[in-house]
């Protein structure tokens, strides 16, 4: 469930993968306004739905929806995927490792020891900042339009990890005072996603130079116009398909208790995204 959710490679990846491993579900994209959130959900269950996923704007709008959340959620306060429990969905957040799972692989380079600066503070910039403090991030600092997430994620982290947090304003004055001391750069904001593919965050395009890690967690289209322009000043990039594919094939575990086949995956939402296999 998404609003807008027709960009997604999720159904052509999940699909892929069921159809591999002989397990008979299907997986369908709903797009579901933010005031019918509620209805979708309860909907789903009486259908006895196997599972669901959410992607922006309903992941910390889900929550007080929940019969309950696994442990990692709970912390966070934003979720991902639903699986079903005894009395109704409980709540599972896979977007962490799956960033993390992602950079290291894509990166060569543990977060450990590396300060990171979030553009973002709604779903996925909580679940990739937990993550990144949880692996030994020397320093976190979260950049948003709405100052008071921000401070609100910035307060939850303090108080579970002890690396260096802060909140910024999201503009680029801001952005230009803090890149001297930021190792990786993470764009969490749909700014650049299709179909809106001209826009861009409002970095100053003198702070995208090397050493800078410059990651974006869209993945339609790949690579971003921030990423576009990172990679022409000489960063590192790391786009969002490889955190596409990792974060599901922990949810389809999660659903299936089978092991995820994560290269067909991969090859299923890159398929996708190149036109090959769009959605009838
Ligand atoms: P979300 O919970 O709705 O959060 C959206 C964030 O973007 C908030 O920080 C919001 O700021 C900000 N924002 C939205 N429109 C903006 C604008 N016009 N100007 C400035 N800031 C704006 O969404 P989400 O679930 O975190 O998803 C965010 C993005 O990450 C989406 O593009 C999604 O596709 C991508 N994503 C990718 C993966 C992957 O596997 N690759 C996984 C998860 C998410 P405010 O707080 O001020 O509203």
Known sequence: ????????????????????????????????????????????????????????????????????LAPSAELIGSVNTLV??????????????????????????????????ILGAGGAARAVAFAL????????????RSPERAQDLAARLKSCYSCGIAASPLDPAALRGIAPGVDALINTLPLGMHPRVEEIPPVPVEILKPPLIVCDLIYNPRPTRLLRMAAANGCRTLDGLAMLVAQGALSLELWTGLTAPAGLMRAAAGDFLSGAAAPK
């Open 1 to 68: 469930m998404g609003w807008p959710v027709s960009h997604s490679a999720s159904p052509a990846m999940h699909n892929r993968a069921f159809e591999s491993l002989g397990y008979n579900a299907v997986y369908l994209p709903f797009p579901v306004s933010p005031p019918e959130l509620p209805q979708a959900i309860a909907g789903l269950w009486a259908l006895n739905a196997g599972g669901v996923n959410l992607t922006i704007p309903h992941k910390e709008a889900v929550v007080p929806l929940l019969a309950g």
């Open 133 to 144: 403090a949880q692996s030994g991030a020397a320093a976190i600092t979260l950049a948003n």
């Open 84 to 117: 079903r429990g005894e009395s109704g969905w409980v709540g599972h957040s896979t977007d962490g490792p799956g960033f993390i799972q992602a950079f290291r692989t894509g990166m060569e380079e543990e977060p450990a020891g590396l300060r990171f600066l």
